[in-house]
């Protein structure tokens, strides 16, 4: 069975940093596009950052030139390494796996596995 632990969230203070991990069991992941999204409380899930097969990642602009997404496929593992955090990047981090290995898609309906999220809170 397919799944994607997430790990790594936690409570930080603005400008500090965190590293999120994704590990995948019962899928391989490097054939596959992999995304962060995330979700604050009273919004939608919203793109964070994927990354191709071939490594090549994109960001919302929001996080460019902060946050870092970084595959691992010898581990079957995804990294989000967040840097200069915000208040408003407070939010349950989710990782997703689409079956595409070539397009990032931003919308949470193109990706077909997820993890359960974690939480991440920025304090000011």
């Known amino acids: 069975q397919a799944q994607l632990v997430e790990s790594g969230g936690g409570l930080v203070q603005a400008g500090g940093s965190l590293r999120l991990s994704c590990a995948a069991s019962?899928?391989?992941?490097?054939?596959?596009?992999m995304a962060w999204f995330r979700q604050a409380t009273g919004k939608e899930r919203e793109f964070v950052a994927g990354?191709?097969?071939?490594?090549?990642?994109e960001y919302t602009d929001s996080v460019k030139d902060r946050f870092t997404i970084i595959r691992d496929n010898a581990r079957n593992t995804v990294i989000l390494q967040m840097d200069s955090l915000k208040p408003e990047d407070t939010a349950i981090y989710y990782c997703?796996?689409?079956?595409?290995?070539?397009?990032?898609?931003?919308?949470?309906?193109?990706?077909?596995?997820w993890g359960r999220g974690t939480q991440v809170t920025v304090s000011s």
């Open positions: 990354v191709r097969s071939d490594g090549l990642g």
């Open positions: 997703a796996a689409d079956e595409g290995h070539y397009i990032i898609e931003t919308s949470p309906s193109e990706y077909d596995f």
């Open positions: 019962g899928l391989s992941i490097s054939r596959r596009v």
